[in-house]
DNA sequence: TCAAATAAACGAAACGTTTCGTTTTCTTTA
DNA sequence: TAAAGAAAACGAAACGTTTCGTTTATTTGA
């Protein structure tokens, strides 16, 4: 049905070899590669991907391995992933494993079997065992959000700068007179929330304030755990005046904590958030916010695993990149 | 390197044939069939997806078109379809077109390229053009969210019943007692904008009311379009008691606005918004909204996919599923 | 103008499967 | 127990490319 090489062959009167070469960006003589052109016109042809991959073993594709589908933060730096790829004829599979390690382990072996030419995680399991299979094969690994020591340096990480991200907002706080700070992470064992609780914890010092334990929760990035969390802060931490929430759903659990005792912001607590610029907004009043560059962490990832491809960069490296704060009317001077 | 189907075979002492029989799913001798099992699990034996593809004809991977990554309703949806494909040995490759119809087209063609053996696509071009070149192949599609009447029925498809949605909430308003209704609809030449249209006008119907025309405001569905008219209604419907608005972005809009100025809900203003679960718990008051089956219309699509490839469905078929009205706070009765 | 050097095109094998028509092996049944 | 029938295994060709070693055509320099 479909018009092979062969028939661009015949059509043209030259060789398989000579088509492959046109097809591949070789140099060949003026008329002949006008005349291939003028037969893949009209015979409508397409490359046979399926043929082109068993020969060459390469299959233009990267897997996507993530945590969540249904969530802005990843979907956003995918959209840009996919963009980018997409553009340089690249197709992205993506596999949500639903924050399960299990599932994780599964999407890898999954991916490896499709031959992806690279694949770009967004890790769940934090000892990197799932991606063990893909570093063996020795294909281009990409790591988002968070690195994996235990890999042993193969692979690439796109990352925010966590600990300045956090130490931005708890000055922030601090510079408006705020002592008693709060903090929502996530929890103790995931890298960015340690980082950003390191962040917060440097602030402090570099305020001369001893951070105090109560006035650290440990959630667990979900909107329930932050509801939970900023409840226990609200009742246990006594004198506190602001908080910093380090991700968006507990971000929207402690706004609806804090909607439903009434307590006012800024009034009576000065709240920055995470992540999500569209919350901020229609949030009442409108909420400070880090907010990350997720367009940049995208296109950083694509961009290195591109390298990677085209042999340009062989050696893995990571990017850091910085969060801005984005001002909203959710702060105040404390009052003395 | 890696094994292949002749690797087991010399190591079994049988056949290609026998071992290609073996990989799908025929019926062979029992120790025969532990033979190969023991093989691909000392070879480490994979399947060839390419090989595979280039004979069979068939990628096992089902492209998705989406007008947009970073939107839940599309990504909750999409996740679902993922989960199950993903179950049966399917890959997805997601195409995300910005709303564009021009990246549409190219998306379409570019899954063709990659021989997918079915699309599934919630589409932006409105007269179905970019799916030509996959009607004419013969591959099955799916269409998600809104039907395409130029395919001339040959495309699947699941969606919502927005008729009845729009209906019921609007319904729910004129039972508290409101009669000056207004509407946030979409563009006017899109089907789920021209649906809802009209079940808001059969419910006003059936209560005896006259839908005036000043109490429809047509935005865009973005967030941008939905403060925008809000504010139009606002200003221009006398005695808009109640309001509906008819999708997640527009929502959002519509709450930061009514926040700016200060507009009490639902004491001055009652609301019933669209799709978003966490909005809707997150604002203050509670949301009550159109709440969308997002799993049940991912399921759907899959299943219908799924039994198009396995030749158990072979007429494309549409699914219409309902919506159900979650209840906030953000409706009360019309002081009369 | 002719040989040497360079550039372009060619032929054939290989990639790892599936499939179809055939042969071999195993079960029945008389 | 042998022949017939059913079940399972086999062999070989084919799918549409790429690639490598070779041949043919073109250009260059003397």
Redesign the interface.
Known sequence: MAATIKDIARETGLSLATISKYLNGGVLREKNRAAIERAIEKLDY??????R??KS?R?R?VGVVIP?????FV??I??VV??VL?EQGY??????C?TDEERECR?VR?L????VDGIINMPVCADGRHLRPAVERGIPILLLDRPLDALGGVASCVLLNNENAARMATRRLLELGHRRIGILVGPKDIYTSRMRLKGYRAALEEYGVTPAEELIAYGDYT?EGGHRQICRLLEEAEGMTAAFVTNYEMT?GT??AL?ERGVRIPQELSLIGFDNM??S????PPLTIVSQPLEEIGLQAARLMLERFSGERTAPVTVALSASLQEGKSTRRRRT
Do not use: M, P, W
């Open positions: 397409h490359v046979n991907e399926y043929a991959g068993l073993n299959s594709t969540e589908l249904s969530n802005l979907t956003q995918i959209s996919e963009g997409q197709s992205v599979v993506i596999c949500d639903r999407a999954f490896l079997d499709k031959r909107l929207l706004l609806i909607n569209d919350l907004r229609v949030a009442r």
